[in-house]
């Protein structure tokens, strides 16, 4: 939440919520990963109401390999294979609406920028702020190679199959 600049972040980890909090001014000790509901709620209707909401998705095999190289060092396939079956992928949320929606599964915030499109789509959250556009630094980023390097058919299908509200919604294909 930025008070200064009334609006909130819906951080979905790994989707560059820490970068944009930074663009933002907002100190790593006020970063949550409250999804909107539990936002709106702390925080109130009548604030929530007179703040820009926002949230960013990421293309799901890609957001996978990060956050699989976020929480481990060491890699291999069969442990790719391995976080993909067990039951707590992704803080046990298997896909974003969850995040940004009320239980009518109607989105609740005002804006869903993409990270493919990361920059163009902060600037456009500037503008709706009223800010100077800025680029934005890249924190908390993790190291490896394009994400389609590292899927099979069965890890592919994995994904596909948890988070096929979001591919279909978001119009999200493996390696595009």
């Keep these: 939440i930025s008070h200064q600049h009334k609006c909130i ?4 980890p790994k989707t560059a919520g820490v970068s944009i ?12 990963h409250w999804n909107a509901k539990t936002t709106r709620r702390r925080i109130g209707f009548d604030k929530w109401n007179s703040y820009f909401t926002f949230t960013f ?3 799901p095999w890609d ?14 396939s069969d442990d790719f294979k391995l976080h993909l079956t067990r039951k ?3 803080f046990k949320i298997p896909n974003y609406f969850p995040w940004f929606s009320n239980k009518k599964n109607q989105t609740i915030v005002n804006f869903i920028g993409k990270f493919e499109n990361l920059q163009d ?25 394009h994400y389609t390097e590292y899927y099979d058919d069965e890890t592919k299908e994995i994904v596909a199959e948890k988070y096929a509200k979001d591919i279909e919604y978001f119009n999200y294909e493996f390696g595009k």
């Design 9 to 12: 972040l819906i951080h979905i």
């Design 21 to 32: 909090c930074n663009s933002l001014g907002i100190t790593k000790g006020i970063q949550r």
């Design 57 to 59: 998705v990421r293309n």
């Design 63 to 76: 957001r996978e390999i990060s956050s699989y190289f976020y929480r481990n060092e060491q890699f291999t």
């Design 88 to 90: 707590d992928i992704h």
């Design 121 to 145: 789509d902060f600037d456009i959250i500037c503008d709706k702020i009223g800010i100077p556009r800025k680029e934005l630094p890249h924190k908390n980023a993790t190291k490896h190679k």
